[in-house]
């Protein structure tokens, strides 16, 4: 079926945030727990319920406590007034660069970033079972401004013969969710019934 | 393209752990949805404490960790002919990616002769790769953000 509708609907987050928990609450506040099943889901999304499969399926009530109980607990974060946009880590800005080809080497990164400023850390992992490149790279630049122009200048360039991209790795805040089921019908004028495939 | 890369929900929940001689000693991590990476590391081994980090990370982050669970194919297998948990440990690996939602659990693998001589290597195998891989990319994540070694 052809997705009909380019636009994307996003949940506003007051009305269905599951996930939200005060950082450093302190108190394991069960019903803010998302339970598995109604956090995944987001809480009355209408796509169809989903193929299960796996033992983990099995015990589900004395996984979930378990689980509730080691998720329970404050955990910690740096600082952040939150909503969207790039947070910066400990030292710096990381940048995450994707679609690296599998034999780059870190050298052929630091040509490709050097410029923007210097590189206070690179971590290229590579692919546990094959020994190549996994795909992506973490790039931690000191200043903000040198993050912000190394993904600029080299988001959908190309390295080594592939393209790759270049965008933030952390965020201030959670961004908002796509979702496939629509709320608002609409979003172009037309009275004509919908069509359907 | 492995289906369900660009789809939908993507939620992931990775544990290792056991509980023996000094205690629950655990790793735990957890892409949400949201964009929010929970981090856990629980030994009592020589009285260390608690490590429980958490950041939010960016869609192109989370694009890319479905990617990797994507590109193994891990969706397609099934943990029936695993070994179960057991004394030794026990892991977790819950994945809802499009429309699909696994939840595997296993015991700890010590390498690979133990997935050569289990009863579905093939599957096997695929795991404890997927789960290398995930660890290398949370592991990178949490310590260049905290500057901590994660473990």
Known sequence: MANAEAEAVDFEPEEDDLMDEDVGDGSPNRATLPRLKSAITGGGSSTAPKKTKGR???DEAAAEADRNARMSAPFDSLDSEGGPGPERSIEGWIILVTGVHEEAQEDDLQNAF???GEIKNLHLNLDRRT???KGYALIEFEKFEEAQRAIREMDGTELLTQTINVDWAFSKGPF???????RSPR???SRSPRRRF | MADGVDDGEFYLRYYVGHKGKFGHEFLEFEFRPDGKLRYANNSNYK???MIRKEIFLTPSVLKECRRIVADSEIMKEDDNNWPEPDRVGRQELEIVMGNEHISFTTSKIGSLMDVQTSKDPEGLRIFYYLVQDLKCFVFSLISLHFKIKPI
């Open chain 2, 47 to 49: 009285n260390d404490t």
């Open chain 1, 114 to 116: 050097g410029d923007f």
């Open chain 1, 131 to 133: 020994g190549f490149v």
């Open chain 1, 187 to 189: 979003g172009h004028r």
């Open chain 1, 176 to 182: 908002r969710r796509r979702n496939v089921r629509r």
């Open chain 1, 56 to 58: 983990g399926f099995r």
